[in-house]
């Protein structure tokens, strides 16, 4: 069956590290999507893309970044880890084409910023 | 700008009960809208759209919305509530003549107790 996956589950890291948050999907979705989920915020979406070599900003793209080399993969980098980007995230991705389309999501994955 | 509100943090509702979870939106066009559930530790899964056409919507697990045009809400009923209905409920609404990206409510929990 097709899903959407998120690795790692968990992740603990320091102020100032790099990290890179995986997320595949072999729905062969032309969409996808990162969100972070904040108590009292709801999901905010961080960055999007609508297919291969397509990126574009979210509402809370700062200190984010990602990029698109195939249609099944979009990494999430965070470029030096802030205390502020301990969160969940959830991938997601959509078939794309019209905005009539519902998400699909993944399981997550729990950042700890120390 | 297009806008989402789950007026209720929480809702409590007896088994067996019925239940609404309300939710009303602000586009300049015609609305998408959409319901995902989040059970703890798992992603958001999709329950119902309304696109065009009937205005009570029928999704997954007998849940059930309806698309009131004059009053701008999408709410979410269920005739009979179950235990396993507890969980973290979205609604999100898309603008379907922009091209804007999804906006989800911050969400209202659902507790039905036994």
């Known amino acids: 069956d097709a899903e959407i996956t998120q690795s790692p589950r968990h992740k603990i890291t320091e102020t100032g590290r790099q990290v890179t948050l995986a997320c595949h999907q072999t729905w062969n979705h032309n969409n996808m999507f990162w969100y972070r989920q904040d108590l009292g915020h709801g999901l905010r979406l961080i960055h999007y893309?609508?297919?291969?070599?397509?990126?574009n900003k979210g509402e809370v793209s700062d200190g984010y970044s990602v990029s698109r080399s195939n249609t099944e993969d979009l990494p999430l980098t965070l470029e030096s880890a802030a205390s502020s980007q301990t969160s969940v995230y959830f991938c997601?991705?959509?078939?794309?084409?019209?905005?009539?389309?519902?998400?699909?999501f993944g399981p997550g994955t729990r950042l700890t910023v120390l | 700008a297009q806008s989402v509100a789950q007026p209720e943090d929480q809702v409590n509702v007896a088994e067996g009960n019925p239940l609404t979870v309300k939710c009303t939106y602000s586009v300049s066009g015609n609305p998408y809208l959409f319901w995902y559930v989040q059970y703890p530790n798992r992603g958001l899964q999709f329950l119902l759209k309304?696109?065009?056409?009937?205005?009570l919507v029928k999704g997954s697990y007998g849940f059930e919305a309806e698309f009131n045009k004059s009053q701008t809400s999408f709410h979410l009923k269920k005739p009979s509530a179950l235990v396993s209905d507890s969980a973290l409920y979205f609604c999100?609404?898309?603008?379907?003549?922009?091209?804007?990206?999804?906006?989800f409510g911050k969400g209202t929990r659902l507790h039905i107790l036994p």
């Open positions: 893309s609508y297919g291969v070599q397509d990126t």
């Open positions: 997601a991705s959509s078939l794309g084409g019209t905005a009539k389309d519902e998400q699909f």
């Open positions: 309304y696109i065009t056409g009937d205005n």
């Open positions: 999100a609404v898309r603008d379907s003549d922009r091209d804007d990206k999804i906006i």
